[in-house]
């Protein structure tokens, strides 16, 4: 049976940095990272803003960054706005290349594994690995939870003409709003490279591929743009938490370290993970017993961030329960006429009560009654 320091189960942007981070501040362990996909990160863009990441966490996503612009808009129905904050993209090709190349090839295994215990991995093909310790990061749906979806298709478009987009569209909810809050998310690559996602707020992750396609070249026929190709499609839907107990996210008769999505280490209303993950990755590296005690510890870490999302738990209730399905882009458009710090600290997870009770002033953009009754079911 072989037997390394740790074992990481999941290469995805979680397990990812996790790998680069121990590979980076403890290169004597002895590794092992396992993931089924034939690249690590499988097929994504990383997009997050600079005041996400800590400046003592910089070393780690700052190779992997392929694009930077100094600035995004916002466009809504009765409110556009330009915000000057940096916002920044990580391709998963970086990140695969990135961790290839600080890992030896013996370090990634491609293989599913079939069971994961505190000490042990049973891959697939019947073999088996030992371990001080394992680290599930395989991702997840957030099971137990009462969830709302945030789904998505993006494609990058080769427009010869030029788009004449410099810096990008976070969110354009000036769209037609179908199946929940819908918005268009567009990142200028070149003057005449130019990603484009339909993106929605939904109560449901079913995905109509075609027709989103279809609303993508719609959206681009809008703006005058003529595609001449498409490529780099991705999609997904990632759970936005509404209700739920931690117990049922994680239940307490079970051993195993747990990192990424599947602790629950992304914000519950954003399914931003790239701030967690980071955050995260630099722990371990630096303060995570890497034995026995880590599934303890990991579960503590992940029932810390639990107990913080809960005003972030409110607020998706506020969205999916308050708000009529067609009306929830009146939510946002009120919360993007506040400060562009408050906006910087509500995406890292990190706002002060200060913040708090500014988003939660004023008259509601939801009928009262509907959110009185979602409020009271937090206090």
């Known amino acids: 049976m072989e037997r390394f320091d740790l074992v990481i189960v999941g290469g995805g942007l979680a397990g990812g940095l996790c790998a680069l981070a121990l590979r980076q501040k403890r290169p004597e362990l002895r590794l092992l990272l396992v993931e089924p ?95 001080a310790a394992v680290l599930d990061v395989r991702g997840g749906k957030a099971e137990g939870l009462e969830l709302g979806w945030q789904k998505f298709l993006g494609q990058m478009l080769d427009i010869p003409q030029g788009h004449g987009l410099t810096r990008p569209i976070v969110m354009d909810a000036t769209v037609d709003q179908l199946d929940g809050y819908r918005f268009v998310y567009c990142l200028p690559f070149s003057p005449t490279r130019l990603f484009v996602e339909d993106t929605y707020y939904s109560d449901t992750p079913d995905i109509d591929a075609d027709m989103l396609r279809d609303r993508i070249g719609d959206y681009a026929a809008g703006h005058g743009w003529q595609i001449a190709a498409r490529s780099r499609e991705e999609q997904g839907a990632l759970p936005v938490v509404i209700g739920g107990e931690f117990d049922r996210l994680w239940p307490e008769d079970d051993p195993v370290a747990r990192g990424g999505a599947r602790a629950g280490l992304f914000h519950p209303l954003t399914s931003y993970s790239l701030p967690d993950a980071v955050r995260f990755a630099v722990w371990l590296a630096n303060e995570a017993p890497l034995d026995l005690g880590l599934g303890e510890a990991t579960r503590e870490r992940a029932r810390r961030h639990w107990r913080r999302g809960r005003y972030y738990r409110l607020l998706t209730a506020m969205l999916y329960r308050a708000a009529e399905p067609e009306r929830r882009y009146v939510v946002l458009e009120r919360f993007y006429r506040l400060s562009g710090s408050l906006i910087g600290r509500f995406y890292a997870g990190q706002s002060t009560l200060s913040d708090k009770l500014r988003i939660l002033s004023g008259k509601p953009p939801v009928p009262l009654a509907r959110a009185l009754k979602v409020l009271r079911t937090f206090l």
């Open 37 to 131: 996909g034939t690249s690590i990160g499988g097929n994504h863009l990383w997009s997050f803003f600079d005041s996400d990441v800590d400046s003592s966490h910089r070393w780690l996503v700052e190779p992997l960054i392929g694009q930077r612009w100094s600035g995004y808009d916002v466009r809504f129905p009765a409110h556009h706005r330009k915000l000057d904050a940096i916002y920044q993209t990580i391709a998963s090709e970086m990140l695969d290349q990135a961790v290839r190349a600080a890992l030896p090839d013996d370090a990634i295994r491609r293989a599913s594994a079939r069971e994961v215990g505190v000490t042990h991995v049973a891959l697939d093909d019947g073999s088996r690995i030992s371990a």
